[in-house]
């Protein structure tokens, strides 16, 4: 039978958040209530709703999501751990749960990091978990979320970080389906100089996918989760034949439990993740083990055929960063990001002149950028507008001194 309280968290939630009136709820539990009356099964209150046109698919999973996250928060606010107070719970990961908390000493909300219960009395993973904040805690780039403090209380080992307030790209994704080519692009640029930066730092992530980035409200896109990275201190920490990272975007030799692993992994995994944005779904479907045996040994299902209405040079891209040799993906993020220009520029309004476009893919391939092109070509018509502005001042001048030699000619 249909729990009353989950009907009353969800009718507050969809009437605080202005979902659906108070009059179409009170509408919907009446035909409840007439069903129960008349022996009929009984139904969800959300059930009503849809089948009357009143909400919407999207908008019963945001609730949902909503009423879950309302009774997380219930369940562990008021705990403290260290100097932090926590509010609620944002995630959970393969290493351990995050949660929203306030810095007591600060004032200030933030993320905290706390080490699974599971993993609390694991010597390997105790160790994990504080190199991953360690490390974490020396990288500065504003495509990263930044960590600010190492701490353990009793038995419990946390770490604080930046809150993020946003959402995952998984989470737009599961709420609004495929994204646009230019809002996907955007994110795939930001997390391209993430990913830049950790490599001059000798850290792959390895388990970059939408799930572990963050946009915040301004647009700007932020890679966590740092939990499978590896180090130079991975010898010690990691056994033989392990194999870390999530399966719907793990490398091939990431899956195949090899050891010499460079930033070439990372850029599967961002290509799985950039098919992720576009196609609206992963790669491969199926169980764990199977979808990583995909990864291996299959081909990529053909971005094309999900959405033939990207540009041509979107389907090489995805399949060059997700090819299964990694000596055929690109060599260099310089490389990576000619390729993610030259699509955004192909994106650009068609109303561009042909002749304009033309030139910028040649200045591209010569090693100039988008933006520089396009400041250029900004600058050199405005330039024209101004020279065009002094023609036609200077034209009428002479117009206007012709006509004044002609009338004293006639007198």
Same mark, same amino acid.
């Given at each position: 039978m249909p729990d009353a309280g989950h009907e009353l968290d969800f009718a507050t939630i969809a009437i605080g958040?202005?979902?659906?009136?108070?009059?179409?709820?009170?509408?919907?539990?009446?035909?409840?209530?007439?069903?129960?009356?008349?022996?009929?099964?009984?139904? @969800?209150?959300?059930?009503?709703l849809l089948e009357r046109g009143w909400i919407k698919a999207e908008a019963v999973w945001a609730i949902y999501k909503a009423r879950d996250r309302m009774h997380r928060d219930a369940q562990s606010r008021g705990q403290r751990i260290g100097g932090y107070e926590i509010q609620g719970k944002l995630g959970e990961g393969g290493l351990g749960v995050v949660y929203k908390a306030r810095q007591m000493s600060m004032g200030r909300i933030i993320a905290l990091k706390v080490l699974h219960e599971k993993w609390a009395h694991d010597d390997e993973f105790r160790k994990r978990f504080l190199v991953e904040a360690r490390l974490v805690g020396r990288l500065s780039h504003q495509n990263l979320i930044q960590?600010?403090?190492?701490?353990?209380?009793?038995?419990?080992?946390?770490?604080?970080?930046?809150?993020?307030?946003? @959402? /995952?790209?998984?989470?737009?994704?599961?709420?609004?389906?495929?994204?646009?080519?230019?809002?996907?692009?955007?994110?795939?640029?930001?997390?391209?100089?993430?990913?830049?930066?950790?490599?001059?730092?000798?850290?792959?992530?390895?388990?970059?996918?939408?799930?572990?980035?963050?946009?915040?409200?301004?647009?700007?896109?932020?890679?966590?989760?740092?939990?499978?990275?590896?180090?130079?201190?991975?010898?010690?920490?990691?056994?033989?034949?392990?194999?870390?990272? /999530?399966?719907d975007y793990i490398s091939p030799e990431c899956a195949l439990g090899e050891k010499d692993l460079d930033f070439r992994s990372d850029l599967y995994s961002l290509g799985a993740t950039f098919y992720h944005m576009l196609s609206g779904r992963p790669p491969f479907g199926g169980s764990g083990s199977s979808v990583m045996e995909a990864h291996i040994k299959e081909s990529v299902p053909p971005l094309a055929t999900l959405r033939p209405d990207l540009p041509e040079r979107a389907f090489p891209l995805v399949d060059r960063l997700m090819e299964k040799d990694r000596e055929k993906r690109h060599a260099s993020f310089a490389e990576l990001f000619e390729d993610l220009e030259l699509l955004r520029l192909e994106a650009l309004p068609r109303d561009l002149e042909s002749d304009s476009r033309s030139a910028m893919i040649?200045?591209?391939?010569?090693?100039?950028?988008?933006?520089?092109?396009?400041?250029? @070509?900004? /600058?050199?018509?405005?330039?024209?507008?101004?020279? /065009?502005?002094?023609?036609?001042?200077?034209?009428?001048?002479l117009a206007a001194a012709v006509g004044a030699l002609i009338v004293l000619l006639a007198r």
């Open positions: 958040h202005k979902v659906v009136s108070r009059e179409q709820i009170e509408a919907a539990q009446q035909v409840l209530q007439q069903e129960g009356l008349a022996g009929k099964p009984r139904r @969800e209150l959300e059930d009503v960590v600010f403090d190492v701490g353990r209380h009793k038995d419990t080992l946390y770490y604080s970080m930046e809150f993020i307030d946003g @959402e /995952t790209v998984e989470d737009r994704i599961e709420r609004d389906g495929k994204m646009a080519l230019g809002e996907a692009l955007d994110i795939l640029f930001q997390i391209t100089r993430a990913l830049q930066y950790l490599q001059g730092k000798g850290i792959v992530h390895r388990d970059v996918k939408p799930g572990n980035i963050m946009v915040t409200r301004a647009g700007v896109a932020k890679l966590g989760d740092f939990g499978f990275v590896k180090s130079s201190l991975d010898s010690v920490l990691s056994s033989e034949g392990e194999v870390l990272g /999530t399966p040649r200045a591209i391939s010569q090693g100039g950028s988008v933006d520089e092109i396009l400041a250029r @070509e900004k /600058t050199l018509m405005r330039r024209i507008r101004i020279l /065009t502005g002094v023609a036609i001042g200077f034209g009428a001048a």
